[in-house]
C-alpha cells in the first residue's frame, strides 16, 4: 500500500470522527485560536512525523521502531532547556544519557549488515525528531490554547495536506481486508488522539508517562504476534533502557511534585 494513501484514509477517518465529537460540544469555540502559525506549524510536524512512522514500519521491526521513539519525551526534555527556557532537575540528564545508550543498542551504528539498523535507522530518528518539535510546540500551545482545538486543528491541517499529495499515489485495492485495516488504523487513529486530549485535561503529563512507555512492551509483543519477530539480545537491551529510564524519569518527577505540593 503506498504510504500517502494509507495516510490519506487515516486523516479523513479521524477528521470525521472527530469533527463529529467534538464540534457539537466546544461549537465556534473548538476554532478560536490565539496562535494559528504555530498550529500550522505543529499540524504539518504531525502529518511529517505519521509519514515517516510509516516509512519506518516497513524496514524496521515494530518493536525497535517504538523503543527509539520513546526517546521523545527525553529528547524534548533537552529542547525545552534550549527554546522554551525550562530548568529541568539534574537527574532528568542522567535518564536521558541512559535512553540515548539504550538507542545506540538498538540502531549499532557502523556495525555490518544484519547486527543492527544501518542506514535504515534514518527513518525512525526522522520520526523522532519531527515527533520532539510537535511535542515541544504542544508544550508551547499548552499555556494559551485549549488542547481541544490544537487536536482539532491538526487533524484538519494533516487531511487538507492528504488530499493534496494523495492523487498520484492513489491506485486500486481490491483486498476488502486491506480496506479493513485501514479504516480500523484511522479509526485507532482517531479515538488516541481523542483520549490524548482529555488525557492531558484530567492529569499532568509526568503522571502520564509511565503509561506511555508501556507501548514498549506492547510494541514487541505485536511484533511478534503479526510478523514473528523477536529482537535480538542487544535490541533488547536496549528497549529495556530506554523503558526503564523513561519510566524512572517519570516516576522520579511525579516525586518530586508531591514532595513540593
Not at 16 to 34: E, M, N, S, W
Not at 45 to 55: C, G, Q
Not at 115 to 139: E, V
Amino acid at each position: 500500500i503506498p504510504i500517502f494513501m494509507a495516510l490519506f484514509v487515516r486523516y479523513i477517518l479521524q477528521t470525521i470522527i472527530t469533527t463529529a465529537f467534538l464540534l457539537p460540544i466546544h461549537g465556534r469555540k473548538l476554532v478560536q485560536t490565539q496562535k494559528p502559525a504555530l498550529q500550522l506549524v505543529r499540524g504539518l510536524l504531525i502529518i511529517l512525523s505519521t509519514m515517516l512512522a510509516f516509512k519506518s514500519l516497513k524496514v524496521v521491526p515494530v518493536g525497535e521502531f517504538t523503543a527509539i521513539l520513546m526517546m521523545t519525551p527525553m529528547l524534548v526534555t533537552f529542547l525545552a532547556v534550549l527554546f522554551l527556557g525550562e530548568r529541568p532537575r539534574r537527574s532528568s540528564w542522567f535518564y536521558v544519557l541512559f535512553g540515548f545508550i539504550g538507542m545506540l543498542f538498538i540502531v549499532r551504528p557502523g556495525v555490518e549488515v544484519g547486527g543492527g539498523l544501518g542506514w535504515d535507522a534514518i527513518w525512525p530518528l526522522g520520526c523522532l525528531l519531527s515527533s520532539s518539535a510537535f511535542q515541544l510546540i504542544s508544550s508551547y500551545l499548552g499555556r494559551s490554547e485549549k488542547p481541544v482545538t490544537t487536536h482539532f486543528y491538526s487533524t484538519i491541517i494533516g487531511m487538507v495536506c492528504a488530499c493534496v499529495i494523495v492523487p498520484p499515489f492513489w491506485s486500486m485495492i481490491e483486498d476488502p481486508f486491506i480496506w479493513l485495516l485501514m479504516t480500523i488504523m484511522g479509526t485507532m487513529g482517531a479515538l488516541g488522539h481523542y483520549l490524548l486530549s482529555i488525557a492531558y485535561q484530567k492529569a499532568p503529563a509526568t503522571t502520564l508517562m509511565p503509561y506511555v512507555y508501556c507501548q514498549v512492551g506492547f510494541a514487541v509483543l505485536a511484533g511478534w504476534i503479526a510478523f514473528s519477530h523477536v529482537p535480538d539480545h542487544w535490541a533488547m537491551v536496549g528497549i529495556g533502557l530506554i523503558a526503564l529510564s523513561g519510566l524512572a524519569n517519570a516516576l522520579d518527577m511525579m516525586r518530586a511534585n508531591k514532595t513540593a505540593a
